[in-house]
């Protein structure tokens, strides 16, 4: 455990306890909840996994890790002017912003988010995008979208930037139903991407 960790342990127990009272208010007045967003689950799964990775493959240029983070003017600190899914601090302070994306990505928000981000950094701030792509589901009718997202974004934003989010022990290749010829695409694991992306703060 470090200082760090103890203090996100401490913060997400008091969010976690002022979550666990508004749904008890919601509760008692009889407030349907709101469905839970796929996009929020996707932000928790990949944070998790850029955790593992880190505990089992210390990184010497990452300092810290951090999720859900909002920025804000000084005279308006209850507006958010961006957030950011998952932030990681390098220790030169270059932030490297991972932004999960499980559904249609829109390249003007990309490019608006990467803006704030240097804003609120420098502008050696650095962006990628995570998108889902479980390949043995390969022949589900959802899959296609995810694959045609992926692909799109690597054409605009460049190879590294694009991060596949892979189960465990997925095939590393994959072949989309109905596609002519039929072809055998490659899927690296997530920390292998991980693993590229930050391989030039290692020295």
Known sequence: MTPQNLRNAYNGTLNLGDAARRAAIRRANQVPQPPARIGDSLERAVARRVLDWLEQNP???VQSVWTGVKIARENTPHIADAEFDILIVLKNGILFHLECKSANVESRE???NTHRLKQAGSQLARSAVV???FTRRATTPWF???HSTRFRLQDQLGRQ?????TWPNQPDTYQLPDSEPPEQIRCDTFEN???D???PYRQ
């Open 193 to 195: 991407g991980l693993t």
């Open 110 to 112: 990309l490019e608006v």
């Open 59 to 61: 990184h010497p240029a």
């Open 144 to 146: 296609t979208a995810l």
């Open 131 to 133: 998108v889902p792509i």
């Open 161 to 165: 930037k694009v991060l596949a989010f």
């Open 197 to 199: 992306l930050l391989r």
